[in-house]
Nanobody, 120 residues
Framework: QEQLVESGGGLVQAGGSLRLSCVASGSIFSINTMGWYRQAPGKQRVLVATITSDGSTNVAESVKGRFTISRDNANRMVYLQMNSLQPDDTAVYYC??????????????WGQGTQVTVSS
């Protein structure tokens, strides 16, 4: 069964760093865009950063200069390096990928989410 599994969340003090990882598994033919979204308590899920298969990135203004997205196509992984974390970055972070299965069209897939908590 195709799935996305995140890791790397946790509790960190303001100004600290965390690195999130996400791996896609299953009978995958190809992966287009991968990325990260986040959802803070009581708020909607919003884009953090995405990266296409050829490396083009789209990063939210709120994290630009602090967060860096990267991917390893061979291993079907996407990463989010988060530096200078602030309490406002506290949220559940979700991995996202556009995945094409054998004989199928592209579909959107989501991970289960990983909690990031930044203390002041």
């Amino acid at each position: 069964q195709e799935q996305l599994v995140e890791s790397g969340g946790g509790l960190v003090q303001a100004g600290g760093s965390l690195r999130l990882s996400c791996v896609a598994s299953g009978s995958i033919f190809s992966i287009n865009t991968m990325g990260w979204y986040r959802q803070a308590p009581g708020k909607q899920r919003v884009l953090v950063a995405t990266i296409t298969s050829d490396g083009s990135t789209n990063v939210a203004e709120s994290v630009k200069g602090r967060f860096t997205i990267s991917r390893d196509n061979a291993n079907r992984m996407v990463y989010l390096q988060m530096n200078s974390l602030q309490p406002d970055d506290t949220a559940v972070y979700y991995c996202y990928a556009q995945i094409r299965l054998w004989g199928r069209a592209y579909s959107d897939y989501w991970g289960q989410g990983t909690q990031v908590t930044v203390s002041s």
